[in-house]
């Protein structure tokens, strides 16, 4: 099993950007996926959740509005587009997914800077 982010870099406040999550050995459709993101002397944190059939998303309070979290199943790929960044999403972005058993990718870089 492989759970690879991409997407990530440098934006300047109010920039997007847009992440994904490229999963290969098991079947995505069947595992719900939520994207984590942890700064620097932080505790990692949740950002944005989608169910396995993507009828329910689940948001943090701080994202709210500015994020957008989807999957294209056909594509084994989940994302979230990030609008309207600032300062404080700076932090490396994490996809996990989950079906009883829990996988993780590496992490994504976001650096939100003027």
């Known amino acids: 099993v492989q759970v690879v982010e991409s997407g990530g870099g440098l934006v300047q406040p109010g920039g997007s950007l847009r992440l994904s999550c490229a999963a290969s050995g098991l079947t995505f459709s069947s595992y719900g996926m939520t994207w984590y993101r942890q700064a620097p002397g932080k505790e990692r944190e949740l950002v944005a959740s989608?169910?396995?059939?993507?009828?329910?998303?689940n948001y943090a309070d701080s994202v709210k509005g500015r994020f957008t979290i989807s999957r294209d199943d056909a594509k084994n790929t989940g994302f979230l587009q990030m609008n309207s960044l600032k300062l404080e999403d700076t932090a490396v972005y994490y996809c996990q997914l989950v079906r009883g058993t829990v996988y993780w990718g590496q992490g994504t870089q976001v650096t939100v800077s003027s």
């Open positions: 989608i169910s396995s059939d993507g009828r329910n998303t």
